[in-house]
């Protein structure tokens, strides 16, 4: 066994309710990333045996928090509780790979609106590594780079690292940073991404479009895999010039121009900020909306953390 899969799994065991059916997929999740996420994204034969037997088993065994689970629908929704993402204005992912000493968050059920994994433990958060995006693989012509998945923290960083050693690399914070703003640059989102088998907490930041993205895509097919950032796009009517370039760059069809001006539709926004860094004008800036949640903004949890 390698050291890294020892720690892994040291740390699953000071989990009171870990049991070995989430141990065992926790395994195959990370030491299999990309036939994970090919069979997710539908990108592998094996999803159509997988997905009616994943369907069928949450509505033979509801999950506890979700008694009233009676149809596909449903169970599809229950299964999106245990891998999910906030999205992140840059600012707010930059924080989270730029951390230096150890933090524990619990219970952000604010922060993060879901059934599951929604706890900020950041053990050496230094240690990051980048690896080739298991979606942008997954697809036949995916978008460039591969590179951009930032797997931040221990246990997962070392795990990920040693056992892809071809698709992964070791990262300095400020490198981490690097690729944030890069992707930023081609407009693609930035994602906090949490999952049950992933201890529960907060593992890895998703950098990707919504060409590529499983978890952009399950939004469009209304199974909700993504939270809002806690705030909206906001136009200033008078600066903008009704030019479209935001309309382009939006990965989630959230902006449209209407009577030469730029147009939010407020139930598909996300709050992602990137058509505000695209807007030359600028005509469009982020603000809070507490109808969609709380920021994952780790300054200000931090400061709450402390004072409670």
């Not at 596909?72 to 299964?79: E, Q």
């Not at 009517?237 to 121009?257: M, N, R, W």
Request: charged content about 20%.
């Amino acid at each position: 066994m390698k050291k890294s899969t020892r720690n892994f799994y040291h740390e699953a065991n000071q989990m009171k309710h870990f049991s070995w059916f989430e141990r065992l997929h926790a395994y195959a999740y990370i030491g299999w990333p990309y036939f994970y996420i090919s069979v997710g994204t539908d990108n592998h034969w094996l999803s159509k045996i997988i997905f009616p037997a994943i369907d069928l088993w949450y509505l033979i065994f509801p999950r506890k928090n979700d008694p009233n689970v009676h149809s596909l629908t449903v169970a599809s929704h229950s299964m999106a509780d245990t891998y999910h993402g906030k999205a992140l204005p840059l600012d707010s992912a930059k924080q989270l790979v730029q951390v230096k000493e150890d933090i524990t968050i619990e219970d952000l059920e604010q922060v993060i609106p879901y059934v599951d994994a929604r706890a900020l433990i950041l053990k050496h958060p230094d240690h990051i590594v980048v690896l080739d995006c298991p979606c942008r693989v997954a697809q036949e012509n995916p978008c460039l780079p591969l590179d951009v998945c930032l797997i931040v923290g221990e246990p997962f960083a070392s795990f990920i690292r040693e056992h892809h050693p071809d698709q992964s690399r070791w990262l300095t914070p400020d490198e981490a940073v690097t690729i944030l703003e890069e992707e930023d640059a081609r407009g693609h989102v930035h994602h906090a991404f949490f999952k049950d088998a992933m201890l529960g907490r907060f593992y890895a930041i998703c950098n990707c479009c919504s060409c590529c993205c499983g978890a952009m895509r399950a939004q469009r097919n209304n199974i909700p895999m993504l939270a809002s950032s806690g705030f909206l796009a906001s136009v200033n009517i008078p600066l903008c010039e009704g030019c479209g370039t935001c309309v382009e760059y939006c990965q989630f069809g959230a902006l449209s121009i209407i009577d030469g001006k730029c147009v939010v539709d407020e139930e598909k926004c996300m709050g992602c900020g990137v058509c505000v860094s695209k807007c030359e004008q600028g005509a469009l800036s982020l603000k809070l909306a507490p109808s969609k949640g709380v920021p994952f903004e780790l300054d200000k949890l931090m400061e709450e953390a402390l004072s409670s």
